[in-house]
């Protein structure tokens, strides 16, 4: 059983669209995570959730919109999409307690044309 | 500020060949610390971690690594490489932010292996 799923794997679409990436995790964990990995393989937190609430928010543009509907699922929406957008975004998750790891999903590569 | 220095972007060792990855990290308090590995088109998995305790911590497939205060280190190293080992490596810090961990990454060593 995959632990954190997102769908889908690649994502190919023109510059100002709007598009979402899907993370469901079964691991039981209350937080949950988006990364995006860049060309260069930088890896940065973008959000967090922990129970359907937002704990983090780092220095990301509004056009990202996190939703949670449940513990288990944490989506990106992304508005008018940029070419600047493309990269590898990552959902985690994790127990809310200190030193515990991070659990990666596969990865979505988002690319911009 | 916490951050993560891996000063080694590339490293290609023989297979057979002892491996050691290094990784710096700045941290006012204990930190906890990760390694994880990313293969070629998935996502990151984890090989070990410290939080406390015994300062040199065993992980999966062989790997350990050794958490020096006094260097502010948390180097890898598994005695003897496989080219399945082939991939990037990545160090993280990680600290508590509310109900959430934060882990900030480091750049990232790519793991070559010469046949």
């Known amino acids: 059983d995959t632990a954190v799923s997102q769908t889908p794997k690649y994502l190919v679409t023109q510059m100002g669209n709007d598009k979402s990436i899907k993370c469901e995790q079964n691991l039981g964990h209350d937080t949950m995570y988006w990364y995006k990995q860049d060309s260069k393989k930088f890896l940065k937190i973008m959000f967090s959730y922990n129970n359907k609430e937002l704990i983090i928010n780092e220095t990301v543009p509004n056009r990202f919109s996190p939703k949670s509907p449940d513990k288990a699922h944490l989506n990106l929406h992304i508005n008018s999409l940029e070419l600047g957008d493309s990269a590898v975004y990552f959902c985690?998750?994790?127990?809310?307690?200190?030193?515990?790891?991070?659990?990666f999903g596969d990865g979505t590569r988002l690319s911009i044309l | 500020a916490q951050s993560v220095t891996q000063p080694d972007i590339h490293i290609t060792v023989s297979e057979g060949a002892s491996l050691e990855l290094r990784c710096n990290y700045s941290?006012?308090?204990?930190?906890?610390l990760f390694w994880y590995v990313q293969s070629p088109g998935q996502g990151l998995q984890l090989l070990l971690k410290y939080f406390s305790g015994d300062t040199l911590v065993q992980g999966i497939k062989g790997f350990e690594a050794e958490f020096k205060r006094s260097q502010s280190s948390f180097n890898l190293r598994k005695p003897s490489v496989h080219w399945s080992d082939a991939a990037e490596y990545f160090c993280?810090?990680?600290?508590?932010?509310?109900?959430?961990?934060?882990?900030?990454f480091g750049s990232g060593t790519r793991l070559s292996i010469r046949p």
């Open positions: 993280a810090v990680g600290s508590m932010y509310s109900s959430a961990s934060k882990i900030i």
């Open positions: 985690a998750s994790s127990q809310a307690v200190k030193g515990q790891p991070q659990h």
């Open positions: 941290y006012g308090a204990t930190p906890y």
